[in-house]
T-cell receptor, first 110, second 115 residues
Framework: AQRVTQPEKLLSVFKGAPVELKCNYSYSGSPELFWYVQYSRQRLQLLLRHISRESIKGFTADLNKGETSFHLKKPFAQEEDSAMYYCALSGPNSGYALNFGKGTSLLVTP | DVKVTQSSRYLVKRTGEKVFLECVQDMDHENMFWYRQDPGLGLRLIYFSYDVKMKEKGDIPEGYSVSREKKERFSLILESASTNQTSMYLC??????????????FGAGSRLTVL
């Protein structure tokens, strides 16, 4: 069975501090991993995906198949990064659907 | 700007009522999805559809049904609403891009309260 685990419900950091949102997954095969973000009063939107290996808004995420992790990192958090972050997985076993984690609420305080 | 539009942002219904949640996308996407979003539980897949008149059960299909009569429209139906179906309902659509990644575009959500 495929599963996405985000161990932290809430993560609070100070502005300028590094931030890491953890994501672990279980999947037999080669999954696609994504991070989605939902800012206050906005719709859920794609932040980044492992296949593109890009940095969006200063965030990066590396797929570590050995540790089955896809942690989201940013070296210097900004107040506007405060949002709900969801890690998600899809693969051949899930058809076209994404399997989401329970989400981590990131709060960046001044 | 491409859009996934959910017709109702807020609904209040009574237990036992039949509820229709409508979703329309203008991106000519083959795949459409219904999720419910609850605090502490994340997003859970209810149903999805990969073609007109096709549907697949997700993780929590009980108490729900769907209809996809046209490519752009995917409806979620609660045959007899219950209080435990009070939730935020998110519709999404997708089409695999050239890299094969299946990127979902979400609607703004429909917040349903069942009294």
């Amino acid at each position: 069975a495929q599963r996405v685990t985000q161990p932290e419900k809430l993560l609070s950091v100070f502005k300028g501090a590094p931030v890491e949102l953890k994501c672990n997954y279980s999947y037999s095969g080669s999954p696609e991993l994504f991070w989605y973000v939902q800012y206050s009063r906005q719709r859920l939107q794609l932040l980044l995906r492992h296949i593109s290996r890009e940095s969006i808004k200063g965030f990066t995420a590396d797929l570590n198949k050995g540790e089955t992790s896809f942690h989201l990192k940013k070296p210097f958090a900004q107040e506007e990064d405060s949002a709900m972050y969801y890690c998600a997985l899809s693969g051949p076993n899930s058809g076209y659907a994404l399997n989401f984690g329970k989400g981590t609420s990131l709060l960046v305080t001044p | 700007d491409v859009k996934v539009t959910q017709s109702s942002r807020y609904l209040v219904k009574r237990t036992g009522e039949k509820v229709f949640l409508e979703c329309v996308q203008d991106m000519d996407h083959e795949n459409m999805f219904w999720y419910r979003q609850d605090p502490g539980l994340g997003l859970r897949l209810i149903y999805f559809s990969y073609d007109v008149k096709m549907k697949e059960k997700g993780d929590i299909p009980e108490g729900y049904s769907v209809s996809r009569e046209k490519k752009e429209r995917f409806s979620l139906i609660l045959e007899s609403a219950s209080t435990n179906q009070t939730s935020m309902y998110l519709c999404a659509s997708s089409r695999p891009d050239t890299s094969g990644a299946n990127v979902l575009t979400f609607g703004a959500g429909s917040r349903l309260t069942v009294l």
